[in-house]
């Protein structure tokens, strides 16, 4: 008999002598098994499994690492203890010696699944090629001074003992991956193979409440890592982690909802979140999580209401309301801005929700946002998909204009181009656009035409344009010493350059000045005209016409 508690055994005895231990106790059993006559369906499945063990014991023999490697010496004490009690079971029940039936079928069916256990791990031992490797006794043994090789064989095998053996042994061997991920996490991603991510994922539903927590922490790193979600998702992660999110515990459902995230960035797998039903429990996380896990939830449902056929589904769930209020309560300053970004993407194409945003209260919330020192472009955008949906009184009542300012004067590129936008869609009326005009919009339009960006460019000199139709607005512009040389700039032939348009529109509506003429001349305006003009650029024929006659007269007065 295997002594249970004598570990002296285990390190005296070598592998060939675990082996021939092994192959002695089968016939033992399979005897006393082929005795018993009670329980019959169950002894009869349990023989059937150890008739099974001589072959995978002798293709673990085989193996020429076979002695080489101390998980084939643990694996065999594993099935000689199987075997001890398969032979002390047989014989309380030939001898009818067993404290009640019930107790007894218990007792066989907890043998039947140990023996699965073995023969499936006897057989994960040669499928993981780990055996292929030889180890050192540390599954941790430092990196720095092994060499390469050595260094992957003890990943594989602390990998493969993720797979094998009984639950005690898993935890400490996530122990063991958790440390060498924190000092070497490159080598465990070189190595780590899909039927070790598969393991990992059948942890995430095991019964332990530490073993899925610990389990979710090295998923958050693979999934954080860039390197793996492929394989995450089609092993089946994300069932698991979302009801991780919705009942584990505090660790687990900050890991679980980061996984989420990093996984959510992809559309395919976005919809794959939704089909499985996790919006309810990340949105539940936004209303009662801690920072952490409150900023993960938000920027997991922005990376689904990326896609237009889910954002009913959102919708339903509640999702308006709690970015409403993430925008107003948020913890971090990360919550709040993936909120907005999640409110741009549910009203850039769809007149229902922007009218649930617009009742939820979310313009106020928008713009109070923007009150920051800087405002970012996903509240600008988001306001200017809504400002359509509510009349210019209100949305001059709740402060909008002065907050595009502040966006035009203190916002990224990005907020200042999608502020500009909104001058472009809100520009509907004469008293709107002198309002716009008093309240300092056109000077920072006009700096927006010196951007890199042609997009900036373009609507910078759009907004530009539409405000200059009304008198007031078009000698605010004149009195500008950069507004000139900026819009002939952006008379460029250039097929890039999709600001042309609006330069001529613009320019043709300052050319009854004398000055600007001149102005315009000089800096080469005449030489793009020529080339707009054979492009049939609208206004550009018209507008070289004027500058030429200007240009004409002034030769003669000189003469």
């Given at each position: ?218 998923i958050c790193s693979l999934a954080e890592s860039g390197s793996c979600e492929n394989w995450l998702v089609s092993e089946g992660v994300l069932p698991p982690l979302i009801r991780l999110v919705e009942s584990g515990t505090t660790v687990s459902k900050e890991k679980a909802t980061i996984s989420l995230q990093r996984l959510s960035m992809t559309a395919e797998t976005a919809r794959s979140i939704v ?285």
């Open positions: 008999m295997v002594d249970d508690s004598g570990t002296n055994m285990v390190d005296i005895l070598s592998v060939e002598e675990w082996l021939s231990r092994a192959q002695a106790l089968v016939p033992v059993a399979l005897e006393k098994a082929r005795e018993v006559k009670g329980f019959p369906g169950r002894w009869k499945m349990i023989i059937s499994k150890l008739e099974q063990i001589p072959n995978r014991l002798s293709d673990l023999s085989s193996h020429p690492f076979f002695s080489k490697n101390a998980l084939c010496k643990e694996q065999l004490q594993t099935v000689s203890k199987t075997l001890n009690e398969a032979v002390e079971l047989a014989e309380k029940c030939v001898k009818e010696k067993y404290e009640g039936k019930l107790r007894m079928q218990s007792d066989l069916d907890a043998l039947s699944g140990r023996l699965d256990l073995n023969l499936r791990d006897c057989g994960l031992l040669i499928k993981s090629g780990v055996l292929g490797e030889v180890t050192f006794p540390s599954a941790v043994a430092s990196t720095s001074a092994a060499p390469e090789a050595a260094v992957h064989g003890n990943l594989r095998e602390l990998l493969a003992r993720l797979q094998i053996g009984h639950l005690e042994a898993k935890h400490k061997a996530l122990d063991n991956l958790l440390e060498v991920m924190k000092e070497d996490e490159k080598n465990v991603l070189a190595v780590l193979g899909r039927s070790n991510i598969a393991a990992l994922v059948q942890l995430l539903t095991a019964t332990s409440p530490r073993m899925r927590e610990k389990t979710v922490t090295v089909g499985h039903g996790g919006i309810r429990p990340l949105i539940e996380i936004c209303r009662t999580g801690d920072s952490v896990s409150q900023a993960a939830a938000a920027c997991t449902l922005k990376n689904i209401s990326a896609v237009p056929e889910v954002r009913q589904a959102l919708a339903e769930e509640g999702i308006i309301k709690v970015m409403i209020n993430l925008l107003d309560c948020g913890i971090l300053l990360g919550s709040k801005e993936y909120a907005a970004e999640c409110l741009q993407n549910l009203t850039s194409g769809n007149d229902d929700l922007r009218r649930s945003v617009v009742s939820e209260g979310g313009i106020r919330s928008l713009l109070a946002y923007l009150d920051g020192p800087l405002p970012q472009e996903s509240a600008v955008g988001a306001l200017r998909n809504l400002v359509g949906s509510v009349s210019m009184e209100v949305l001059i009542s709740l402060g909008l204009l002065p907050r595009l300012v502040h966006v035009l004067k203190s916002g990224s590129l990005g907020a200042q181009q999608a502020a500009a936008s909104a001058v472009c869609r809100i520009c509907t009326s004469t008293e709107m656009k002198k309002l716009l005009g008093e309240a300092g919009c056109i000077p920072l339009l006009i700096k927006m035409l010196e951007a890199k960006a042609n997009g900036v460019r373009e609507v910078a000199a759009q907004a530009i344009a539409s405000l200059m139709s009304i008198a007031h607005n078009c000698r605010e512009v004149k009195r500008d010493n950069k507004s000139v040389p900026n819009l002939v700039q952006l008379l460029d032939p250039a097929p890039q350059n999709t600001a042309k348009k609006y330069a001529v529109a613009s320019l043709s509506l300052l050319s009854s000045s004398k000055k600007c003429k001149k102005l315009m001349i000089s800096y080469g305006a005449i030489g793009y005209l020529k080339k707009l003009t054979e492009m049939d650029i609208p206004g550009a024929k018209k507008l070289l016409e004027r500058l030429e006659r200007g240009k004409l007269r002034s030769m003669f007065s000189r003469k």
